[in-house]
């Protein structure tokens, strides 16, 4: 079955970096997007970007611009996100999820599906 | 506007039937994808498209929209239906992802 596993919990300093993997299997790796969200505890959910893994090409979310890189090792069927100059306002559970969809009639439709376990980020001093 | 808004909570009891709307400039464009997130959990997709369910999901999830809201319809909601719901579509310029603000639906 499709399964997006990511890496561990991380704890990081302000102003240091850290970089979370999402390691696929189960589909062809380079025929789905994969997009990055992030929930801050009790908060709601907020989308990072998209990576297309078969391109490399990427998509940022204004707020990230300039600070977050979505990177992929296809040997491995491996994404990775890379989000510098922490805060502890980026203290949060971040997501990977796998990018379905299809356009019909006009209208297209985009779903993530499976997502990844997610992982801890703690920014602390 | 990029914005999608929800409701911040709403309840129901055992059985009854509950709507979650979620409002936006871009559902007029785009179809509206609903995820289900209990505590500790992942999101789990919930519909997407015009009104599809994944394998898994019970037949009382439902989707509908109409201009710029888009609904989710939980027809006799179940204890374990109790969590939060997000709403998903893209941006009005089509090129990145918005998520909704979130629900919390209670079943009493």
């Known amino acids: 079955q499709v399964q997006l596993v990511q890496s561990g919990a991380e704890v990081r300093k302000p102003g240091a970096s850290v970089k979370v993997s999402c390691k696929t299997s189960?589909?062809?790796?380079?025929?789905?997007?994969i997009n990055w969200v992030r929930q801050a505890t009790g908060q709601g959910l907020e989308w990072m970007g998209w990576m297309n893994p078969n391109t490399g090409d990427t998509g940022y979310a204004q707020k990230f611009q300039g600070r977050v890189t979505m990177t992929r090792d296809t040997s491995i069927s491996t994404a990775y996100m890379e989000l510098s100059s922490l805060r502890s306002e980026d203290t949060a559970v971040y997501y990977c999820?796998?990018?379905?969809?299809?356009?019909?009639?006009?209208?297209?439709?985009?779903?993530?599906?499976?997502w990844g376990q997610g992982t801890l980020v703690t920014v602390t001093s | 506007s990029s914005e999608l808004t929800q409701d911040p909570a709403v309840s129901v009891a055992l059985g009854q039937t509950v709507r979650i709307t979620c409002q936006g400039d871009s559902l007029r464009s785009y179809y509206t994808t609903w995820y289900q997130q209990k505590p500790g959990q992942a999101p789990i997709l919930v519909i997407y498209g015009e009104n599809n369910r994944p394998s898994g999901i019970p037949d009382r999830f439902s989707a509908s929209s109409s201009g710029n809201t888009a609904s989710l319809t939980i027809t006799g909601a179940q204890a374990e239906d109790e969590a939060d719901y997000y709403c998903h579509s893209r941006d009005t310029g089509g090129k990145h992802y918005v998520f909704g603000t979130g629900t919390k639906v209670t079943v009493l």
């Open positions: 189960g589909y062809t790796f380079t025929s789905h997007d």
């Open positions: 999820a796998r990018d379905l969809g299809y356009c019909s009639g006009g209208s297209c439709s985009n779903w993530f599906d499976p």
